[in-house]
């Protein structure tokens, strides 16, 4: 039995005569009747009846069963076409992505949701791993995208598609006396006495700067995750040394200054594997990115 035969059906029976069906489909009346007759041959039952003193058509028993079954017969059909041209034009799929612990909260908060909402068909993956761990699932095709806050490994073997600039925010309670509150920018030097605690990504970094320029800060602690960074300061134990986003909001009850140094900044970037074709969806997502950052 075609499809066509299955639409017609349906139609026939929801405009509720042969007359109207034929107008709608723009199919001869006696082409509609000849697929009427078929079908009640091939399902040996009447599916259809005339209605007395009607040009109209009311259903069988046999032709309410066909009736259900034809509709979810052309939905199943009209679904699957759907998922196939979405996933053919990259609004259905699986995006999977290796970033950054410290960056994820944010890639979701200022790219992923608003890509979700446009694409609510996607199905997403989060790696959240160190450069290490990022460079073997990207080159494994574990993920297809990679989004990180330092040089990923065998870095030839990568292409870097777009890179964001964030500063080192100092962020702090606005209950501890740790920095002073007339200071707008703060020097390296106020940082020294104060008990610091890093985000891993940065950390390595944020030392180097502090070596290069005589500086020892107190290292309370150094995390994995920014969340876990912050969290010191929201408990008033440290000061959060942490990447800040452009307009990131941190809550009231933190605050954030920077130090004047053209050092205390993170190159974000976003790298695929060089000369590896993209899944439709990884392309619509960097399409999406590149409009938005």
């Known amino acids: 039995m075609e499809l066509e035969h299955y639409r017609n059906f349906v139609t026939i029976v929801d405009c509720g005569s042969l007359s109207a069906a034929a107008s709608v489909l723009h199919v001869a009346q006696p082409a509609l009747t000849a697929q ?5 041959k091939r399902y040996g039952a009447p599916l259809l009846k005339m209605r007395r003193g009607a040009r109209s058509v009311e259903l069988t028993d046999a032709g309410t069963i066909l009736y259900n079954k034809a509709k979810y017969i052309c939905a199943i059909e009209e679904s699957t076409r759907h998922e196939i041209e979405s996933l053919a034009n990259g609004a259905a799929g699986r995006l999977a992505v290796s970033l950054s612990p410290s960056m994820s909260i944010g890639f979701i908060q200022n790219f992923l949701s608003g890509f979700a909402r446009l694409n609510p068909d996607v199905e997403y993956e989060l790696y959240e791993v160190n450069i290490d761990e990022q460079t073997r699932q990207l080159l494994n095709g574990v993920t297809e995208i990679g989004v990180a806050n330092a040089k990923l490994r065998q870095p030839t073997r990568f292409e ?4 964001r600039r964030e500063e080192l925010g100092i962020v702090y309670h606005k209950e ?3 920095i002073d509150p007339e200071k707008i920018y703060l ?3 106020d940082l020294e006495d104060v008990p610091i605690c890093l985000s891993r990504g940065c950390s390595e970094q944020f030392l180097t700067i502090c070596s290069d320029s005589h500086i020892y800060p107190h290292i309370l602690a150094i995390n994995t995750t920014k969340q876990s960074t912050l969290m010191w ?3 008033k134990i440290g000061v959060a040394i942490v990447p800040i986003a452009p307009g990131e909001n941190l809550g009231d009850e933190l605050t954030c200054r920077f130090v004047q140094d053209e050092r205390m900044y993170l190159s974000k970037t976003l790298s695929v594997v060089r000369d590896r074709p993209l899944s439709p969806v990884a392309q619509n997502f960097i399409r999406y990115y590149s409009e938005h950052s």
């Open 187 to 189: 020097d390296l030097e």
């Open 176 to 178: 501890t006396k740790w």
């Open 36 to 40: 009427v007759k078929n079908m009640q």
């Open 160 to 163: 870097t598609l777009f890179t």
């Open 233 to 235: 300061a929201r408990q």
